[in-house]
């Protein structure tokens, strides 16, 4: 997708890696460590209709990935001719701050976002979600799987909500037996903002469809909602202020 591609270290200023047309033309085997790359990218315009960067769309794709590597910043300059903008992403909270600014951007943003993960064998999952108190159509739900966005959710979301079905169904049986709650998932995804992602090893991410849009691992979605279910019920059981609206459907403030 590229007529030339480079890596630099932008400490040393030594060359990593240069591609042309999709072939390694030089590549450094001697990498001393560096905290700062260039990379430099010349799209070809035999697999590109338009040539014409959108500074926000990549403005807003740098962003999303600043939110995903919480330990990376991420500078990106405007340098066209009459063009003058820099833009600097860095997110020590991660996916947290990123559920933090997009109920901001909703006028909701004094409603708090909880964030859990594990990690084990190389393999990350981790969780932010707000209960939100209204109704929105189309839920507000996002899913990145190894920092890739994907567009139909699937595996991480439902092993999310089944946990906090079964972990809702446990709170209400303790501490309001006498009570007859009925409540489903799609209920809850109405009530719920989250952001999940999977970092780790491909053999378990499998999407289904012609168009490979949603996300389909019966194995990531049993392990999501493994690693979601202790973290729910602990939840749960420390903020019931939070917890109840989700009990009692009347409660939920639709404006």
Request: glycine fraction near 4%; charged fraction near 25%; charge should be negative.
């Amino acid at each position: 997708c590229s007529t030339q591609m480079h890596f630099k270290n932008m400490d040393t200023g030594e060359l990593l890696l240069e591609m042309r047309n999709g072939e390694i033309v030089q590549q450094n085997n001697n990498l001393s460590p560096c905290s700062r790359i260039e990379i430099y990218f010349q799209a070809d315009p035999a697999i590109f209709s338009s040539l014409l960067l959108d500074y926000d769309f990549y403005g807003n794709r740098f962003q999303e990935m600043a939110y995903l590597n919480p330990h990376t910043t991420i500078v990106f300059k405007d340098e066209r001719k009459n063009k003058n903008d820099c833009r600097t992403f860095h997110y020590s909270a991660g996916i947290k701050t990123g559920l933090e600014n997009i109920l901001l951007s909703a006028g909701r943003e004094n409603y708090p976002v909880h964030y859990f993960e594990r990690s084990e064998n190389n393999t990350v999952y981790r969780f932010a979600f707000s209960i939100r108190f209204w109704s929105c159509t189309p839920p507000l739900q996002k899913s990145f799987v190894n920092y890739l966005h994907v567009i139909e959710n699937g595996s991480l979301t439902e092993g999310f909500f089944n946990a906090l079905l079964k972990s809702l169904r446990a709170y209400a049986a303790e501490y309001a037996p006498d009570d007859h709650f009925k409540f489903t998932k799609k209920q809850l995804k109405q009530q719920l903002a989250v952001i999940s992602c999977y970092s780790g090893d491909e053999t378990d991410v499998n999407f289904e469809g012609p168009t490979k849009r949603r996300l389909a691992s019966p194995v990531m979605q049993q392990t999501a909602e493994e690693v979601a279910l202790p973290e729910l019920t602990k939840w749960l059981a420390t903020h019931p202020r939070e917890a109840t609206p989700l009990l009692r459907e009347n409660e939920v403030d639709e404006k």
